[in-house]
């Protein structure tokens, strides 16, 4: 049987799984998963948080305990979520010491709420990284326009981040800009910069799902074309401005002192549209020092049936600027689609969010 998802981390695309769960942790499948399908870090956010409390018991005892110690619910969801994220990282620590701190790391996200504000995000950017206190942790802040200063701040301490919901090239060359300003900054500082690490996360088939919908409202023969293509276009390109940032004086004197690339990361790459291919989002973007996030059903998928094809992003830059030009000639405005995306982005985990706490105040009531 051919090792598909092992050909994949051979071509450079380091394949993590979109998800963790107590029930994941304590039954040891993140650990088979690490071992048998070369999983090599791990990401949440408030919806899989949400979705693992609201099933099973495995959170049962800690609730209970909680509960007796009469903490508040933003207290509990902490001590809830930073639980599962050490525990992951020391599952993932072997590749992290192994891959010398470039691979192995686990992803918690700052409170969605503070997405607008930069100095809560900041404060909280460093609760958790004293909270979870492991060196392969990624602390996510989303890319906001109050995020960028936040990601800088956050990196400037030595606390390594992982950037998300980025949905247009022109915020991912803000994201790559912050995260140049946080080394420079962190290196004034006094921090060892090879210990910081950083991965940008490009938002994939929600960008579809936006378009497509548009594609369809218009309805035309040329318009139903296009559909499925832009968020792959869109990834495409971002891989290309990651290549021009790197190629600058700027980049090559960070560098010199030992710091890591930003890798690109492609998140939501499950297709949404039931007609796809459900391993589009993953062998149409091959390319060399990116990450892949997967959920587990597609990381199966992947290592089932999918087809390689190697490297599937360069060459394509042209094509994928055609694409984009065919759109706004129909009246589809990229600035507008990724403006729709990032603030439904940031809403729907505020949503999550509020879930995670219902569920948790439930529990915790129960249990007083």
Same mark, same amino acid.
């Given at each position: 049987m051919t090792d598909v998802l092992g050909e994949l981390t051979q071509a450079g695309v380091s394949v993590w799984l979109d998800d963790i769960s107590r029930e994941r942790l304590r039954s040891g499948n993140l650990e088979s998963l690490v071992r048998d399908f070369h999983v090599r870090g791990v990401t949440s956010n408030p919806t899989i948080?949400?979705?693992?409390?609201?099933? $099973?018991?495995?959170? @049962?005892?800690?609730?209970? @305990?909680?509960?007796?110690?009469?903490?508040?619910?933003?207290?509990?969801?902490?001590?809830?979520?930073?639980?599962?994220?050490?525990?992951?990282?020391?599952?993932?620590?072997?590749?992290? @010491?192994?891959s010398g701190g470039v691979d192995g790391r686990v992803s918690i996200e700052v409170d969605p709420r503070l997405a607008l504000d930069t100095e809560k995000t900041v404060a909280e950017a460093r609760q958790l990284w004293w909270l979870v206190d492991r060196p392969n942790v990624f602390i996510k802040i989303p890319a906001t326009a109050a995020g960028? /200063?936040? +990601?800088?701040?956050?990196?400037?301490?030595? %606390?390594?981040?992982?950037?998300?919901? %980025?949905?247009?090239?022109?915020?991912? $060359?803000?994201? %790559?800009?912050?995260?140049?300003?946080?080394?420079?900054?962190?290196? =004034?500082?006094?921090?060892? +910069?090879?210990?910081?690490?950083?991965?940008?996360?490009?938002?994939?088939?929600?960008?579809?799902?936006?378009?497509? &919908?548009?594609?369809?409202?218009?309805?035309? /023969? =040329?318009?139903?074309? *296009? &559909?499925?293509?832009?968020?792959?276009?869109?990834?495409?390109?971002?891989?290309?401005?990651? =290549?021009?940032?790197?190629?600058?004086?700027?980049?090559?004197?960070?560098?010199?002192?030992?710091?890591?690339v930003q890798r690109p990361l492609w998140a939501s790459t499950s297709t949404k549209d039931p007609s796809l291919p459900d391993t589009l989002y993953v062998v149409n973007l091959v390319a060399a020092d990116t990450v892949n996030t997967m959920p587990e059903a597609t990381l199966h998928a992947t290592q089932d049936h999918g087809v390689l094809q190697g490297d599937t992003v360069h060459g394509t830059y042209d094509e994928s600027r055609a694409?984009?030009? &065919? *759109?706004?000639?129909?009246? +589809?405005?990229?600035?507008?689609?990724? &403006?729709? *995306?990032? @603030?439904? $982005?940031?809403s729907k985990f505020e949503v999550s969010w509020g879930e995670m706490l219902a569920t948790i105040k439930n529990e915790l009531n129960l249990n007083s």
């Open positions: 948080f949400a979705n693992a409390l609201a099933k $099973g018991n495995a959170y @049962d005892d800690q609730i209970k @305990d909680l509960a007796i110690r009469g903490v508040t619910v933003e207290e509990a969801s902490r001590m809830i979520t930073t639980y599962d994220i050490r525990w992951g990282a020391d599952v993932l620590r072997p590749v992290y @010491d192994a960028i /200063p936040a +990601i800088t701040a956050t990196l400037a301490q030595g %606390i390594s981040v992982n950037v998300t919901l %980025i949905f247009s090239l022109e915020r991912y $060359g803000e994201v %790559i800009d912050a995260y140049l300003a946080g080394l420079e900054q962190a290196v =004034e500082n006094g921090h060892d +910069i090879a210990t910081i690490a950083s991965v940008a996360s490009f938002f994939v088939s929600r960008v579809d799902t936006e378009v497509d &919908k548009r594609l369809t409202a218009i309805g035309t /023969p =040329e318009a139903l074309a *296009l &559909k499925s293509k832009a968020a792959i276009a869109n990834a495409r390109l971002a891989y290309e401005l990651y =290549e021009q940032k790197l190629d600058t004086p700027r980049w090559q004197a960070l560098a010199a002192k030992g710091a890591k694409l984009f030009a &065919k *759109l706004e000639a129909l009246g +589809i405005s990229y600035d507008d689609v990724t &403006k729709v *995306l990032e @603030d439904e $982005g940031v």
